[in-house]
T-cell receptor, first 116, second 111 residues
C-alpha cells in the first residue's frame, strides 16, 4: 500500500539533545512537508520541499532543520535551539506544483515528541 | 498575513443530531479550500472546494464554499459516534505551494 511512514511514533528527549524524526513516502510525490500540531493551534508549517535537494522555511522554522537527499525521504531534526519542542509532528506529501489540488496533502500517522 | 479561522473550536452533540462547522479565511490569493478529518493521528482528506455555491457531498457529509463572503461550512447529518474527530479546514494559496490551516474543530458525538 502507498503511504507515508513516520518514526518513531513516540519519542522522549532530554533538554539539550537533538532528535531526528523520520518520514518516508512511497507515493512518488514530489513535495513533502513537516507540520507541528499543538492543542488549540491547528497545524503550523515548519519546512517544506518541492524537489530533491531543495527546501524552504515555513512559518515556524526556528530550531528545526531538514534535508531532502532522496525523493522518498524528508527527515526533520529538532535541535536544542527549539525552545518548546514538545508537540505532535506530522509529515505530509503531495503531488506538487501544477494544477489546483496538486497540494492536497497525504499525512503520516505522526510522531509525538516529549521533552523531559 | 494569511489566516484561516474555524468555529466553534469544540462541539458536543448527541448521536443523530445535525452539525455545521464553520471556516472563514483571509488570504492573499485563494486557490482552493480543503477539509480534513483527524480521528487519532493522520488527518484524512474529505473535500476540496474551488467554486462558490457548488456543494460537495459524500454520504452524510457535505460542504459548500462562498468565495464572496470568504467562508465554507461542513455539514454532517444524522451524526454517529464514529464522526467524533477534529475537523481541519485549510486554504491553498495560489503560488505559495502550501496550505494554511485553521485551529480545527473538535467534534464529540455522544451516544
Amino acid at each position: 500500500d502507498g503511504g507515508i511512514t513516520q518514526s518513531p511514533k513516540y519519542l522522549f528527549r532530554k533538554e539539550g539533545q537533538n532528535v531526528t524524526l523520520s518520514c518516508e513516502q512511497n507515493l512518488n510525490h514530489d513535495a513533502m512537508y513537516w507540520y507541528r500540531q499543538d492543542p488549540g493551534q491547528g497545524l503550523r508549517l515548519i519546512y517544506y520541499s518541492q524537489i530533491v535537494n531543495d527546501f524552504q522555511k515555513g512559518d515556524i522554522a526556528e530550531g528545526y532543520s531538514v534535508s531532502r537527499e532522496k525523493k522518498e525521504s524528508f527527515p526533520l531534526t529538532v535541535t536544542s535551539a527549539q525552545k518548546n519542542p514538545t508537540a505532535f509532528y506530522l509529515c505530509a506529501s503531495s503531488i506538487g506544483q501544477g494544477a489546483s489540488g496538486a497540494n492536497v496533502l497525504t499525512f503520516g500517522a505522526g510522531s509525538r515528541l516529549t521533552v523531559l | 498575513e494569511d489566516k484561516v479561522v474555524q468555529s466553534p473550536l469544540s462541539l458536543v452533540v448527541h448521536e443523530g443530531d445535525t452539525v455545521t462547522l464553520n471556516c472563514s479565511y483571509e488570504v492573499t490569493n485563494f486557490r482552493s479550500l480543503l477539509w480534513y478529518k483527524q480521528e487519532k493521528k493522520a488527518p484524512t482528506f474529505l473535500f476540496m472546494l474551488t467554486s462558490s455555491g457548488i456543494e460537495k457531498k459524500s454520504g452524510r457529509l457535505s460542504s459548500i464554499l462562498d468565495k464572496k463572503e470568504l467562508f465554507s461550512i461542513l455539514n454532517i447529518t444524522a451524526t454517529q459516534t464514529g464522526d467524533s474527530a477534529v475537523y481541519l479546514c485549510a486554504v491553498e494559496v495560489q503560488g505559495a505551494q502550501k496550505l494554511v490551516f485553521g485551529q480545527g474543530t473538535r467534534l464529540t458525538i455522544n451516544p
